[in-house]
Protein backbone atom coordinates (compact mmCIF):
# COMPACT_ATOMS: atom_id res chain seq x y z
CA UNK A 1 0.00 0.00 0.00
CA UNK A 2 1.87 3.69 -0.54
CA UNK A 3 -0.30 6.60 0.60
CA UNK A 4 -0.04 9.04 -1.75
CA UNK A 5 -1.48 12.30 0.23
CA UNK A 6 -4.49 13.29 2.46
CA UNK A 7 -7.14 13.53 -0.34
CA UNK A 8 -9.48 15.21 1.61
CA UNK A 9 -10.63 16.34 5.40
CA UNK A 10 -14.41 15.53 6.21
CA UNK A 11 -15.86 17.88 8.30
CA UNK A 12 -19.50 17.20 9.26
CA UNK A 13 -21.63 20.69 9.79
CA UNK A 14 -25.48 20.98 10.55
CA UNK A 15 -26.39 23.82 8.08
CA UNK A 16 -24.38 22.82 4.69
CA UNK A 17 -25.49 26.82 3.37
CA UNK A 18 -23.95 28.32 5.98
CA UNK A 19 -21.08 26.36 6.00
CA UNK A 20 -20.51 27.12 2.89
CA UNK A 21 -20.59 30.98 3.36
CA UNK A 22 -17.84 30.66 5.88
CA UNK A 23 -15.62 29.14 3.86
CA UNK A 24 -15.88 31.38 0.79
CA UNK A 25 -16.49 34.75 2.71
CA UNK A 26 -14.45 34.17 5.73
CA UNK A 27 -11.45 31.92 4.68
CA UNK A 28 -12.19 33.17 1.04
CA UNK A 29 -12.03 29.65 -0.68
CA UNK A 30 -14.31 28.84 -3.67
CA UNK A 31 -16.90 25.84 -3.08
CA UNK A 32 -16.80 23.83 -6.77
CA UNK A 33 -18.79 21.01 -6.27
CA UNK A 34 -22.08 20.29 -4.21
CA UNK A 35 -23.20 16.50 -4.19
CA UNK A 36 -25.80 14.22 -2.73
CA UNK A 37 -24.48 10.71 -1.78
CA UNK A 38 -27.56 8.88 -0.96
CA UNK A 39 -25.92 5.57 -0.10
CA UNK A 40 -24.54 7.81 3.07
CA UNK A 41 -27.40 10.08 3.19
CA UNK A 42 -25.27 13.60 2.59
CA UNK A 43 -24.92 16.41 1.61
CA UNK A 44 -21.68 17.52 0.63
CA UNK A 45 -19.89 20.15 -0.29
CA UNK A 46 -16.04 20.77 -1.55
CA UNK A 47 -13.29 23.37 -1.84
CA UNK A 48 -9.99 22.62 -2.98
CA UNK A 49 -6.63 23.45 -0.37
CA UNK A 50 -3.49 22.66 -2.58
CA UNK A 51 -3.67 19.15 -3.65
CA UNK A 52 -6.00 18.36 -0.66
CA UNK A 53 -9.83 19.23 -0.88
CA UNK A 54 -12.05 19.81 2.66
CA UNK A 55 -15.28 17.93 2.19
CA UNK A 56 -18.32 19.49 4.08
CA UNK A 57 -21.23 16.98 5.07
CA UNK A 58 -24.72 17.95 5.73
CA UNK A 59 -26.96 14.89 7.44
CA UNK A 60 -29.97 14.38 5.24
CA UNK A 61 -31.15 12.13 6.98
CA UNK A 62 -30.65 12.46 11.51
CA UNK A 63 -30.61 8.06 11.57
CA UNK A 64 -27.36 8.23 8.91
CA UNK A 65 -24.11 8.61 9.94
CA UNK A 66 -23.44 12.06 9.76
CA UNK A 67 -26.47 12.76 11.80
CA UNK A 68 -25.75 10.41 14.29
CA UNK A 69 -21.89 11.95 14.89
CA UNK A 70 -23.33 15.40 15.02
CA UNK A 71 -25.99 14.52 17.99
CA UNK A 72 -23.31 12.52 19.73
CA UNK A 73 -20.63 15.32 19.22
CA UNK A 74 -21.70 18.20 17.82
CA UNK A 75 -20.30 19.36 14.64
CA UNK A 76 -16.53 19.22 14.05
CA UNK A 77 -13.73 17.35 12.08
CA UNK A 78 -15.85 14.10 10.89
CA UNK A 79 -12.55 12.05 9.12
CA UNK A 80 -9.50 11.93 7.20
CA UNK A 81 -9.12 10.40 3.75
CA UNK A 82 -6.00 9.70 2.32
CA UNK A 83 -5.60 8.57 -1.54
CA UNK A 84 -4.21 5.12 -2.42
CA UNK A 85 -2.72 3.86 -5.09
CA UNK A 86 -4.89 0.62 -5.20
CA UNK A 87 -7.38 0.97 -2.60
CA UNK A 88 -8.49 -3.65 -2.60
CA UNK A 89 -5.37 -3.96 -1.79
CA UNK A 90 -4.72 -1.17 1.14
CA UNK A 91 -7.77 -2.11 3.22
CA UNK A 92 -6.87 -6.03 2.51
CA UNK A 93 -2.97 -5.39 3.76
CA UNK A 94 -4.44 -3.09 6.38
CA UNK A 95 -6.80 -5.43 7.79
CA UNK A 96 -3.63 -8.34 7.61
CA UNK A 97 -2.14 -6.31 10.17
CA UNK A 98 -4.86 -6.75 12.70
CA UNK A 99 -6.99 -3.13 12.02
CA UNK A 100 -10.65 -3.89 11.85
CA UNK A 101 -12.63 -2.59 8.40
CA UNK A 102 -16.10 -1.02 8.40
CA UNK A 103 -15.68 -1.20 4.90
CA UNK A 104 -14.34 -4.68 3.55
CA UNK A 105 -15.07 -4.03 -0.29
CA UNK A 106 -14.83 -0.57 -1.80
CA UNK A 107 -17.95 1.72 -2.02
CA UNK A 108 -18.89 4.44 -4.31
CA UNK A 109 -18.45 8.25 -2.74
CA UNK A 110 -18.63 11.55 -4.17
CA UNK A 111 -16.73 12.77 -6.62
CA UNK A 112 -16.37 9.02 -8.41
CA UNK A 113 -14.41 8.11 -5.88
CA UNK A 114 -14.23 4.42 -4.33
CA UNK A 115 -13.77 4.51 -0.52
CA UNK A 116 -13.35 2.46 2.05
CA UNK A 117 -13.32 3.09 5.77
CA UNK A 118 -10.66 2.01 8.86
CA UNK A 119 -12.82 1.37 12.19
CA UNK A 120 -11.78 3.94 14.48
CA UNK A 121 -11.36 1.95 17.84
CA UNK A 122 -8.07 0.34 16.09
CA UNK A 123 -7.32 4.02 14.58
CA UNK A 124 -7.10 6.17 17.82
CA UNK A 125 -10.46 7.66 17.26
CA UNK A 126 -9.78 9.17 13.96
CA UNK A 127 -12.13 7.82 11.59
CA UNK A 128 -9.75 6.98 8.86
CA UNK A 129 -11.23 6.94 5.29
CA UNK A 130 -8.93 5.45 1.90
CA UNK A 131 -9.50 6.38 -1.32
CA UNK A 132 -8.69 5.76 -5.07
CA UNK A 133 -9.89 7.03 -8.40
CA UNK A 134 -10.22 3.50 -9.97
ZN1 LIG B 1 -14.55 11.43 2.86
Redesign the pocket.
Known amino acids: MRIERIE?I?IAVSNLDEAIRFYEKVLNLTCYAIEAVADQKVRTAFFKVGETKI?LLESTDPEGPIGKFIEKKGEGIH?I?FAVDNIEQALAETESKGVKLIDQTPRN??EGLR?GFLHPKNTMGVLT?F?SGK
Open positions: HGEHAGAIEC
